[in-house]
Structure formats: C-alpha cells, structure tokens
C-alpha cells in the first residue's frame, strides 16, 4: 500500500545542485561511469572474437551443432555464423563472405548502434529506446526471413556455408 501523506525521497543531488539523479555531471569520472556498460559490452565483443579465433569452428567437438540444422537438416540464418567470426577475425573476408553474408553485413551495423550508443554515454545524451523506425526492422526481418529460405532453396546454395 503506498502512503500518500509520506514527503519524496530527496534525490541524489540534490536542490542545490539543480541536477536529478546526477545527470549533467561532466566530471571524468561521471563520464568513465557512464560508459562502463558501452565498455563492458565491447570487452565481451574482443573476448568472444578472441576464443572463436583461438578455437577453430571447423574443427569437429569445440562448439555444438546448431539445434534447427541438427533437428530439420535445414539451415538457419546464423549456421556459419562462428567459421565466419573465425575467417574474419584471421583477415579471410572473402572465405566470410561465401560463409554467411548475412553475419558479415550484420558486423558494421551492429558496430554503428554500438558508437552510436557510446557516444550518447560518454555526452550525457538519452539513448533512444527504439533501434530504429519500425519500417526498417520490419524491412530487416524481412531480409532475414529472405535469406533463411532461399540458403535452403536448391537455386540459392551459393548462400549456403
């Protein structure tokens, strides 16, 4: 039951700082504060690159086989996605290419949501809650639906790793 009659809690900087909850707080430490997470995400991104390249894919017992390949004998639209992690990360973008298109093209996207992201941290700017118009990720899903049937598709083998 909330009481009503209760005064708000006083917020962390409080009237005199004219500040809610810090924000505004150009120090280097607010600034080091607000990226840790962009940081965190990016030290995880160079880690999990950094075992696919150490540990081939290509090689039989290191990863599972991908659940949708193993039970329809289909191809998703991420089969391929770690040789292709693997070839990229060793200078190969051609032998990435002709391994899952879609993860190479996926790269500099994700790459630009991730700056985009981090730049809004480190200048105390809201980050839109939204990735993009829904035309677009409609469009993408769109584009990925494309790309799973026609991998599987006996004219589209080229597609397939």
């Known amino acids: 039951m909330i009481d009503e009659h209760r005064p708000a809690l006083p917020q962390p900087g409080g009237p005199a700082t004219g500040r809610r909850n810090g924000a505004g707080d150009r120090s280097a430490a607010a600034v080091v504060r607000r990226l840790l997470r962009p940081g965190a995400v990016l ?18 017992g290191h990863y599972p086989t991908c659940p949708f390949l193993a039970l329809t004998g289909l191809q998703c639209p991420g089969c391929g996605s770690l040789r292709t992690v693997h070839a ?16 190479v093209a996926a790269i500099p996207a994700l790459a630009f949501f991730w700056l985009h992201w981090t730049l809004a941290r480190a200048q105390d ?20 639906l494309t790309f799973w049937l026609v991998r599987n598709l006996p004219f589209g083998s080229f597609l397939a790793p």
Do not use: C, M
């Open 125 to 144: 700017r809201p980050v839109r809650t939204k990735a993009a118009h829904p035309a677009f990720i409609w469009a993408f899903f769109g584009v990925v």
């Open 88 to 103: 990229l990360a060793h200078g190969q973008v051609l032998e990435a290419l002709s391994l899952n298109v879609l993860t």
């Open 43 to 60: 030290l995880l991104t160079i880690a999990a690159v950094s075992y696919v390249a150490a540990v081939d894919p290509n090689e039989e």
